[in-house]
């Protein structure tokens, strides 16, 4: 049995999964609103790409390296610390005030939020053997792709009554409050496989004070409040000593000099709030050198793909020097991963088929699912919702509700079933879904019972396959390594969509291309909604292709990964 307080934690940890999903997307409402605070004009668009691909960077460059530390160091310090990285991103951001700080803020919200995932999917494998995983797995799933339904709709709701702002300060003390009832739950009681906590998060009087101080001081900093800037007192704090700068007038030296205070005391004193000197002792022993690596040869993939023209191009051509700069990374960390004793990854870590399986499976999920986020929006907008994109995204909502429930369903499945199995018979699924959608003519959303049931049977296909595939990989790999290995699979997952989104894009244009070209051949006079619904159809057949070639990977590759009722399993 499993105590209550280890439940507890993991419902802890699974509410921060689901908030930290919610604001991945939550931030697509508020963009023209945060370029208008950096002032970029709504018309330069691209110029706002890095406070959505920083976030990206911070979430898929990191996971590994903290994954491996959450392996080293214990579960429970990682997921704390996320929470905290987090919370400092997220104020950072809602106090920002010019474009390379929130873009900072956004990069450390990324890592904050992707360090939680696969610390909460190793705490998983350490309450529950094999064979019991899969509700929890379920059940974590479920919760993320929740938090996905309602990003959107609390970035509605906060923009509705209050400025951008609001919605990372709510990050900020959401994040602060888990933290700390986290951390409180854990001193209470150990969580089997964690190591103690020991005391880095003990209480500092001068650190908390210095941190209260940077706080107050940065806020007035970036907010610049109107009262005090016009008293003839007050409103000395902003005069710069000298030149124009914001950081030598007094408060910016305030900010400097407790910041200041704060890292000597987080670095030197005997409680530290945060015990530096430990933490750089996991990092080291975390192969710090590897997660520079692996972090450059992410990047590489993140940025070759995000700043790809799909009119012209899978990349653009300043994304293969990305590319290249990423196959050069990857070549050194091999050679790295080979001769260092120890590794990010350890050796042997993922030589289970499973294992390694389970990355495979999860880039084509990641491919097919990345069509359906993007494209059905897309379509709903291209054919009855042209005046409305709130209207094309609540289609989308459709899909996005069935996810969790095939999550669940999918969790509690593994019991009985082999992971393949339930794998293979959700992508059918997802792949019917988007040949269906294939099918679709401009008048099809008009019809709402029959495009409702294909979205739903589509979105319970991906979810029904979330838990196995983490079933899988975390039943063929030792629990010295779980927490690498979650952060893997995520990883895979992510640059499958990049890739995917891509390669589906440039398809479904050239697509567009010809029946374009097809449509003016025959004399017709508009040939622009045609030409679109053949784009959108080519995507959707696309990714069909993309979830059939997972289910028929996780059939094979998954044969020796059994999850259910009374399996046994010498790694565990």
């Known amino acids: 049995m499993i105590d209550r307080a280890p439940r507890l934690l993991l419902a802890l940890a699974a509410v921060a999964v689901a908030f930290a999903a919610a604001d991945t997307y939550v931030v697509v409402l508020a963009l023209p609103e945060m370029m208008g605070t950096v002032q970029i004009p709504i018309s330069e668009l691209q110029r706002a790409a890095p406070i959505v691909s920083g976030f990206l960077l911070g979430y898929v460059a990191m996971l590994p390296l903290i994954g491996r530390i959450a392996d080293l160091r214990g579960r429970v310090p990682v997921l704390v610390m996320s929470l905290a990285v987090f919370a400092v991103g997220s104020l950072i951001t809602a106090l920002t005030f010019d474009m390379p700080t929130m873009v900072t803020g956004r990069f450390l919200q990324g890592v904050g939020g992707g360090g939680l995932v696969p610390a909460t999917l190793a705490l998983v494998a350490d309450l529950y053997p094999p064979h019991r995983r899969g509700i929890p797995l379920g059940v974590v799933s479920a919760v993320q792709e929740i938090g996905s339904v309602l990003g959107p709709l609390f970035g509605a709701a906060v923009l509705a009554f209050a400025p951008w702002q609001m919605i990372f300060a709510i990050n900020l003390l959401v994040g602060a409050v888990l933290a700390v009832a986290i951390a409180a739950l854990a001193r209470?009681?150990?969580?089997?496989?964690?190591?103690?906590?020991?005391?880095?998060?003990?209480?500092?009087?001068?650190g908390a004070l210095a941190t209260v101080v940077l706080i107050a001081s940065y806020a007035v900093l970036a907010l610049r409040p109107g009262p005090i800037r016009r008293d003839l007192t007050w409103g000395q704090i902003f005069v710069p000593y000298t030149g124009d700068g914001v950081w030598l007038t007094p408060i910016g030296l305030t900010v400097v000099l407790s910041a200041i205070v704060v890292a000597l005391r987080c670095c030197f004193a005997k409680n530290p709030l945060i015990d530096v000197r430990s933490w750089s002792a996991s990092l080291r022993e975390a192969d710090l050198g590897g997660a520079a690596l692996m972090a450059v040869a992410l990047g590489g993939i993140i940025l070759a793909f995000a700043t790809a023209d799909p009119e012209v191009q899978v990349f653009s051509e300043q994304g293969l020097w990305y590319l290249a700069g990423s196959a050069v990374a990857t070549g050194l960390l091999v050679v790295h991963l080979r001769r260092t004793p120890t590794p990010l990854v350890p050796h042997d870590a993922l030589a289970a088929r499973p294992a390694w399986g389970a990355l495979l499976v999860s880039f084509f999920i990641g491919a097919g699912l990345i069509a359906a986020l993007i494209d059905?929006?897309?379509?709903?907008?291209?054919?009855v919702h042209r005046e409305s994109q709130f209207l094309a995204a609540l289609v989308l909502v459709r899909f996005l509700i069935a996810l969790p429930l095939g999550a669940i369903l999918g969790g509690w499945l593994s019991r009985r079933y082999s992971a393949g199995l339930i794998t293979a018979v959700g992508m059918l699924c997802s792949a019917a879904g988007f040949v269906a959608m294939a099918q679709w003519d401009e008048h099809s959303l008009n019809h709402e019972v029959s495009t409702t049931a294909v979205l739903l049977l589509c979105g319970f296909g991906f979810g029904l396959a979330l838990a196995p595939v983490n079933g899988a990989l975390l039943a063929s790999t030792h629990h010295a390594v779980h927490g690498v290995a979650a952060a893997l699979v995520v990883v895979a997952r992510m640059v499958g969509m990049l890739v995917g989104i891509s390669a589906l894009t440039t398809l479904g244009l050239r697509r567009f291309a010809i029946a374009r070209d097809d449509c003016l051949e025959r004399g017709a006079s508009s040939c622009g909604t045609a030409a679109a619904l053949a784009q959108e159809h080519a995507v959707f057949l696309g990714a069909a292709g993309s979830v059939l070639i997972a289910g028929l990977l996780a059939l094979v590759l998954f044969r020796r990964a059994d999850t259910r009722a009374g399996s046994t399993n010498p790694l565990h």
């Open 188 to 206: 209470t009681e150990a969580t089997p496989g964690d190591h103690p906590l020991r005391g880095w998060l003990r209480f500092d009087w001068i």
């Open 376 to 383: 059905i929006p897309i379509f709903a907008r291209t054919t």
